[in-house]
């Protein structure tokens, strides 16, 4: 990867710069949110392995949270920042509307889906993949929520056939990576998939997304990682 300096002389020069690295691992939905933005755009990327709990994120990812990149500008955190620098950095193939407007509705379908349909999905998590149990109460609360801010975001999602619309956009790298887990997570703990009840028709949206070869990679990826953590857990729980 090549990086052009500032005025170092008359004639800017090139230097070879080390390649983006992207911290976290491919069972997590906001890595992969990363990672298909980053496939689409045919930036080279290096993996790092990091899973949850691991030591040292702290001081790249002051909440420990994965995704986190490394640049030769140092560290950055938050899969929806990591984004916009990639898009700044690469602007091309735009993941991002030229049009003002567009880009922002683009950004609102973005927050919808991180902010209130995952993370309020994300309560379920324990009970749905991990083996934890949640109080019924708890279930009934966040039940009403995620189906209240599921026929929000259906208004705000377009579906034509793209997120945004007629073409892909990052918002697409989120939507693919949470949305299925939403309707899977309440459909295991709620009994009930309620992206399906908010008149989103997930599995075909997710159909259409695979036919691109970075959401295949992701998928291959994360569904290889899936199996590793099913190993290690059955391993875990044999020792
Ligand atoms: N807002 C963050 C959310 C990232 C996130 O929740 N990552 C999860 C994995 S999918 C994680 O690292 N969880 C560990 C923790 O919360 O300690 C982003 O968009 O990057």
């Known amino acids: 990867m090549l990086r052009r300096l500032g005025a170092v002389s008359a004639q800017a020069i090139n230097v070879e710069t080390h390649m983006l690295k992207l911290y976290g691992f491919p069972l997590s939905n906001y890595y992969n949110k990363v990672k298909f933005a980053l496939l689409e755009k045919g930036v080279p990327f290096e993996e790092v392995l990091v899973h949850w709990g691991a030591e040292g994120k702290e001081g790249k990812s002051p909440l420990g949270k994965v995704p986190y990149i490394e640049t030769e500008d140092g560290f950055l955190c938050e899969s929806q920042v990591i984004l916009d620098y990639i898009e700044a950095r690469w602007p091309s193939p735009p993941l991002v509307p ?3 407007w ?3 509705k683009v950004r609102e379908i973005i ?3 991180d902010l209130h349909v995952e993370l309020c999905a994300r309560q379920l998590y324990s ?4 083996g934890g149990s949640l109080p019924e109460k708890f279930i009934e609360r966040v039940k009403g929520d995620l189906a209240r801010n599921l026929a929000a975001f259906a208004k705000v ?5 793209y997120a945004a619309g007629d073409t892909f956009t990052m918002a697409d790298c989120a939507v693919y990576v949470s949305l299925p887990l939403a309707a899977l997570a309440s459909k295991l703990v709620c009994g009930q998939d309620l992206v399906a009840a908010a008149g989103i ?3 075909a949206y997710v159909a259409l997304i695979e036919q691109r070869p970075a959401a295949q990679k992701v998928a291959a990826d994360r569904k290889a990682d899936q199996a590793r953590a099913l190993a290690a857990n059955r391993a875990k729980l044999g020792g």
């Open 111 to 113: 927050t919808y889906c």
């Open 201 to 203: 028709d997930w599995k």
């Open 102 to 104: 567009q880009a922002a």
């Open 127 to 130: 009970q749905a993949f991990f």
């Open 157 to 161: 999602a377009r579906f034509e056939p």
């Open 98 to 100: 030229a049009d003002a």
